[in-house]
């Protein structure tokens, strides 16, 4: 279960309860058909995660996740999700949820992405959505 790492980048946010939320993850990827390859989680800042986004993207906007998929085996996941603390706990405040149920919202949408789904479409984003609702539902039988 070792091969899906968390990193701090320009944040001091370490994720709790690493174990559960990688055998959560973990079985994601089983469950979209997939085996799970190297994932690395990296908690950063707004600035940090606007850096990224501006240089490999040539998007000069802030937002909560980007991944990159470098996956080179078939029916294997792996890839780099950076995530926004910041914009984590202002969208937590403005959705009126936990820090932690946002916060893995996040992390479950850039693995559904390693996955292969896109959000850019009205369609995709509904359908990330609804698969980001029931993985999200499941998800407690790892926390107990």
């Known amino acids: 279960m070792r091969n899906i790492h ?3 980048e320009d944040t001091d946010h370490k994720p709790k309860h690493k174990t559960a939320l990688r ?6 990827v089983r469950m979209e058909g997939y085996k799970t390859g190297e994932i690395n989680i990296v908690m950063c800042s707004d ?6 986004n501006k240089k490999y993207l040539q998007h000069d906007t802030y937002t909560d996740i980007v991944t990159f998929d470098s996956s080179e085996d ?41 996955c292969g789904y896109g959000d850019k479409k009205k369609k995709d984003k509904a ?18």
Do not use: C
């Not at 996941?77 to 893995?104: M, P, Q, T, Y």
């Not at 029931?134 to 926390?143: D, E, K, Q, T, V």
């Open 6 to 8: 968390f990193f701090s």
């Open 23 to 28: 055998a959560w993850m973990k079985e994601t």
């Open 47 to 52: 600035a940090y995660l606007l850096d990224i």
């Open 74 to 114: 078939t029916g294997v996941i792996a890839g780099d999700i950076f995530v926004s603390i910041d914009r984590v706990r202002e969208n937590a405040a403005k959705f009126d949820v936990l820090e932690a149920d946002e916060l893995h919202r996040v992390i479950i949408h850039g693995i559904l992405h390693l």
């Open 127 to 144: 359908r990330m959505t609804e698969k980001e609702d029931f993985y999200l539902a499941i998800r407690n039988r790892f926390f107990l």
